[in-house]
């Protein structure tokens, strides 16, 4: 694969948060799948399991499991100054029907992959890296479970779909219907389906605030008293996601 398809495959992927319920082949998220388990992870210990779900009442149970901490979500965002809040819940109590739109668009995704992982399976990597001395276990960890994510993304996006990331807040009812194992848990879930709308390119910071040559070039850094800038930044670019979404389902 050259570059620039990379590049146009990187920039084509983005999160899909309207589905079309048409069902998608098997093949395809055996495909999705395939490609997912060659992700790198701390000593190749491979943290993840996947439960793909297509059955319309196990989706159905899963998507009130989701929804079922909505109010707690909504609640929780509220308690930070409105530019702060995430896009998807800075509305007043009188619109939070919009919020729950934004946030439930993948509810008609033909297929939901259920990505579980296991915190043993982190016993496979460097000890040291496993131990509590500087924190640096959760993030081999979490970060292995992050490769498997992205590349379930990028090899959904390869075949055209769309997908999307779901993080969950708790695990008992998921656990309920999935019957996965202690201690498993599950970790987020993908649904992927034909997409809805197609978004422009992502919104990113301009390259040139990220890297460094040689040394860190301090005039770039971060200062505790203009963290706030980088956060009204970030919410901009978070913003300027959703309008675009907002906008290619107008058009539906
Ligand atoms: C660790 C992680 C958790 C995320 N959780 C969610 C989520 O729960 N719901 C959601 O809609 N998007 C979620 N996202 C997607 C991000 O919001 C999205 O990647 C970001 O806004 C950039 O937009 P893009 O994916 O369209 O490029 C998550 C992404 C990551 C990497």
């Given at each position: 694969m050259k570059y620039d398809e990379l590049l146009e495959l990187l920039r084509y992927r983005r999160s899909i948060r309207v589905?079309?319920?048409d069902p998608i082949p098997d093949e395809s998220i055996m495909k999705i799948l395939d490609a997912a388990h060659y992700a790198m992870s701390g000593g190749n210990s491979q943290p993840w399991e996947f439960i793909v779900v297509k059955d319309a009442k196990i989706k159905e149970g899963i998507f009130n499991?989701?929804?079922a901490n909505f109010e707690l979500t909504y609640h929780l965002e509220q308690q930070r100054a409105p530019r702060y809040r995430h896009p998807a819940f800075n509305v007043p109590p009188e619109e939070k029907d919009k919020a729950r739109q934004m946030v439930c668009g993948w509810k008609d995704a033909p297929v939901y992959i259920m990505v579980v992982e296991?915190?043993?399976?982190?016993f496979g990597s460097v000890l040291a890296a496993r131990s509590d001395l500087n924190g640096e276990s959760l993030s081999v960890f979490a970060s292995s479970m992050g490769h498997v994510s992205m590349i379930l993304h990028l090899a959904a996006a390869a075949l055209g779909l769309g997908s999307q990331r779901v993080d969950v807040c708790t695990q008992e009812s998921y656990r309920q219907i999935l019957k996965y194992p202690e201690p498993s848990r599950l970790s987020f879930i993908v649904p992927v389906g034909y997409r809805a709308y197609q978004p422009g390119?992502?919104?990113?910071?301009p390259l040139k605030s990220l890297v460094h040559f040689d040394q860190y070039?301090?005039?770039?850094a971060i200062r505790d008293d203009n963290f706030l800038e980088y956060l009204d930044k970030i919410r901009a670019?978070?913003?300027l996601g959703y309008e675009d979404e907002t906008a290619a389902r107008k058009k539906l």
């Amino acid at each position: 694969m050259k570059y620039d398809e990379l590049l146009e495959l990187l920039r084509y992927r983005r999160s899909i948060r309207v589905f079309k319920p048409d069902p998608i082949p098997d093949e395809s998220i055996m495909k999705i799948l395939d490609a997912a388990h060659y992700a790198m992870s701390g000593g190749n210990s491979q943290p993840w399991e996947f439960i793909v779900v297509k059955d319309a009442k196990i989706k159905e149970g899963i998507f009130n499991a989701y929804l079922a901490n909505f109010e707690l979500t909504y609640h929780l965002e509220q308690q930070r100054a409105p530019r702060y809040r995430h896009p998807a819940f800075n509305v007043p109590p009188e619109e939070k029907d919009k919020a729950r739109q934004m946030v439930c668009g993948w509810k008609d995704a033909p297929v939901y992959i259920m990505v579980v992982e296991d915190g043993r399976k982190m016993f496979g990597s460097v000890l040291a890296a496993r131990s509590d001395l500087n924190g640096e276990s959760l993030s081999v960890f979490a970060s292995s479970m992050g490769h498997v994510s992205m590349i379930l993304h990028l090899a959904a996006a390869a075949l055209g779909l769309g997908s999307q990331r779901v993080d969950v807040c708790t695990q008992e009812s998921y656990r309920q219907i999935l019957k996965y194992p202690e201690p498993s848990r599950l970790s987020f879930i993908v649904p992927v389906g034909y997409r809805a709308y197609q978004p422009g390119p992502p919104h990113r910071l301009p390259l040139k605030s990220l890297v460094h040559f040689d040394q860190y070039d301090t005039s770039k850094a971060i200062r505790d008293d203009n963290f706030l800038e980088y956060l009204d930044k970030i919410r901009a670019l978070g913003r300027l996601g959703y309008e675009d979404e907002t906008a290619a389902r107008k058009k539906l």
